[in-house]
């Protein structure tokens, strides 16, 4: 469990393909606090160390993960964002991330207004039933506020904090994100589903 707010940027040393899973190993300031079986999400995938020293980790994403999220596009020196799981203890400055991308999205326009930046999204319709005004929704990893929801756009604002301390900077139109929707909202459309 996660709550969407990004502790460092990793950044791609590497990445192998092999027998369909990838094989990424990646550098950050974070590498010398992590241990092996420990999960982390990687632009809000979250995936389980299999190698950590001071340097480094590695991970390795299956084809499920490969399918649903942007990994396949990532390529060495590419920056990412980077967040340890949550401790009990911890202050929820977020909201509760799994780490379980539903789908990609598509950044269909970038509109910098003073000292902040408006992105907007398009997901697929069938998620629509998932996001809703004022609800939140992690973009690569990172708790963002939707506003100016329609059935498959939304809008997030970004403050300069955020943007300058997060890869949200790199995406540009026609790129794509991964979105993982809020739980409860999951949980309840499946309610109604089975009801």
């Not at 990793?10 to 990424?24: A, F, H, Q, V, W």
Request: proline share 2%.
């Amino acid at each position: 469990m996660f709550t969407g707010i990004i502790e460092a940027e990793g950044r791609i040393k590497d990445i192998i393909s092999e027998n369909g899973t990838l094989l990424l190993e990646i550098e950050s300031a974070l590498a010398s606090e992590l241990k092996v079986d420990q999960s982390v999400a990687h632009n809000g995938i979250c995936l389980t160390v299999i190698e950590a020293n001071k340097l480094f980790h590695k991970v390795c994403a299956v084809q499920e993960t490969i399918e649903k999220t942007s990994i396949s596009a990532w390529k060495p020196n590419d920056l990412i964002n980077l967040e340890r799981c949550l401790k009990l203890n911890d202050r929820l400055d977020g909201h509760l991330v799994q780490g379980h991308v539903d789908s990609k999205a598509i950044c269909i326009a970038r509109i910098e207004e003073q000292n902040n930046w408006i992105f907007r999204f398009q997901i697929p319709k069938e998620f629509a039933p998932l996001i809703i005004e004022k609800g939140s929704v992690c973009v690569n990893g990172t708790s963002l506020t939707c506003f100016n929801v329609t059935i498959d756009t939304f809008d997030v604002a970004i403050i300069p904090y955020t943007f300058e301390h997060t890869t949200i900077r790199f995406v540009n139109e026609k790129d794509a994100v991964n979105i993982e929707f809020d739980v409860i909202g999951k949980y309840i459309s499946r309610m109604k589903m089975v009801l």
